[in-house]
T-cell receptor
Framework: EPEVTQTPSHQVTQMGQEVILRCVPI?????FYWYRQILGQKVEFLVS????????KSEIFDDQFSVERPDGSNFTLKIRSTKLEDSAMYFC???????????????FGEGSRLTVL | SQQGEEDPQALSIQEGENATMNCSYK?????LQWYRQNSGRGLVHLIL?????REKHSGRLRVTLDTSKKSSSLLITASRAADTASYFC?????????????FGRGTSLIVHP
């Protein structure tokens, strides 16, 4: 069964360092998302991506964050200068459609746990 | 905020009992989805109910939607220890023509064997 894969599963970094989290969405999906979940808290929307550009982003997704799809398969989230409060589980998700009247189900990866020291 | 809010925050039951979780939201929706998350894992889609539907079943899951009250419920019948997980509702928030599923804090369900 097709699945969304994320790497790394866990990354520990020092404050101020750059981090890149990688995702391989399901191949025929067109819409991609990053969410994050601070331990025990709600799942927060960061950004959506469609047609090689950002579709929507939340207030959390500030200038320290960027996304790209460098090669048509990988979908990456970069945090330029990590802060302690960036420590969270980051989830990538993809779906077939997002602009239609009814959204389809999101398929989530297993997440990348980021620990900023 | 459009996001759904689940209630209760935590639920502890015995195996075989039914578990009911509720979700409330603030503005009109096109659809509402329920997801499950095992500890430390990704979210898994359970069921989607559209705004023109009132009830939907999938195996031991029953979802209801009351758009007049802006609420939904997820019922798990004959619960099993393996149902232990967090359950989230997601409502779609329109933004610039896109629909962004937004999640609440979830209900943490523990089913004791």
């Amino acid at each position: 069964e097709p699945e969304v894969t994320q790497t790394p599963s866990h990354q520990v970094t020092q404050m101020g360092q750059e981090v890149i989290l990688r995702c391989v969405p399901i191949s025929n999906h067109l819409y991609f998302y990053w969410y994050r979940q601070i331990l025990g808290q709600k799942v927060e929307f960061l950004v959506s991506f469609y047609n090689n550009e950002i579709s929507e982003k939340s207030e959390i997704f500030d200038d320290q964050f960027s996304v790209e799809r460098p090669d048509g398969s990988n979908f990456t989230l970069k945090i330029r200068s990590t802060k302690l409060e960036d420590s969270a589980m980051y989830f990538c998700a993809s779906t077939v459609r997002g602009k239609a009247r009814y959204t389809g189900e999101l398929f989530f990866g297993e997440g990348s746990r980021l620990t900023v020291l | 905020s459009q996001q759904g809010e689940e209630d209760p925050q935590a639920l502890s039951i015995q195996e075989g009992e039914n578990a009911t979780m509720n979700c409330s939201y603030k503005t009109s929706i096109n659809n509402l989805q329920w997801y499950r998350q095992n500890s430390g894992r990704g979210l898994v889609h359970l069921i989607l109910i559209r705004s023109n539907e009132r009830e939907k079943h999938s195996g031991r899951l029953r979802v209801t939607l009351d758009t007049s009250k802006k609420s939904s419920s997820l019922l798990i019948t004959a619960s099993r220890a393996a149902d232990t997980a967090s359950y989230f509702c997601a409502t779609d928030a329109e933004s610039g023509g896109s629909y962004i599923p937004t999640f609440g804090r979830g209900t943490s369900l523990i089913v004791h064997p």
